[in-house]
């Protein structure tokens, strides 16, 4: 009787003794929990790129009152350049990115008028933007971020023409593509733009013969910037 109790003590602290083992190895093998990724702020930087301005305008041929003259007019859409400074702000794959921005691109309305000279009227063409833009950042190699945003637009009198009259504020939706660039210590973006313009920019004026023909007008932009930080 006691050879048998001290052989089922014997085997009780085997086992308990692999079951110690085994749980110090399964311990080993347990993944940490990764802690969530604080903001981190980036700081501020600058960029530059080529812009395409691009007009919807709703228009028609119209008689000038009192006269016998037509006036045709249609939109014209004209390359420029954009320059910004910004700031970014990132935590996980996510970055929220404040600027301001400004921009230069002639596009116009072109007015034709019977027996006289052509004319054009120029649609914001020196602009003060405020964007601000949300970068999504998946996290698979050699996929490009995603970019939605809201871009706020200034226009100043002082560069417009005087036909036709327009709006001096727009809003509009931008939509991107970018990817980062090898740039040694420094981090160098490429992206590409799509603004939507949500604002009829056009004030109808009585006393504008020349705009009797247009009904509406739009503004988008087309863009392909470098950004530095």
Do not use: C
């Amino acid at each position: 009787m006691k050879k048998l109790l001290l052989l089922l003590a014997v085997i009780l602290m085997s086992l308990a003794s692999v079951a110690q083992d085994t749980l110090a190895v399964d311990s080993t093998k347990v993944k940490k929990v990764k802690k969530p990724k604080k903001a981190v702020a980036n700081g501020f930087g600058l960029s530059m790129g080529l812009i395409y301005g691009m007009l919807r305008a709703e228009t028609e041929a119209k008689f000038i009152p009192n006269s016998n003259k037509i006036v045709k007019s249609e939109p014209v859409n004209k390359t420029g350049v954009s320059a910004a400074i910004f700031y970014e702000y990132s935590w996980s794959k996510w970055t929220l990115r404040p600027a301001v921005e400004a921009n230069l691109a002639l596009a116009h309305i072109k007015y034709d008028v019977e027996r006289f000279n052509d004319e054009e009227g120029y649609i914001f063409p020196l602009t003060i933007d405020l964007p601000i833009s949300l970068m999504y950042h998946p996290e698979k190699k050699n996929w490009p971020s995603f970019m939605i945003g809201a871009r706020p637009i200034f226009n100043s009198d002082q560069f417009s023409s005087i036909h036709p009259t327009t709006a001096n504020f727009a809003f509009n939706g931008d939509m991107g593509i970018s990817y980062v660039l090898p740039a040694g210590k420094n981090k160098m973006r490429i992206e590409l733009v799509y603004s939507y313009g949500f604002i009829d920019v056009l004030k109808k004026e009585e006393n504008d013969t020349y705009s009797i023909g247009v009904n509406n007008i739009y503004r988008d932009v087309l863009g392909l910037k470098l950004y530095f930080n």
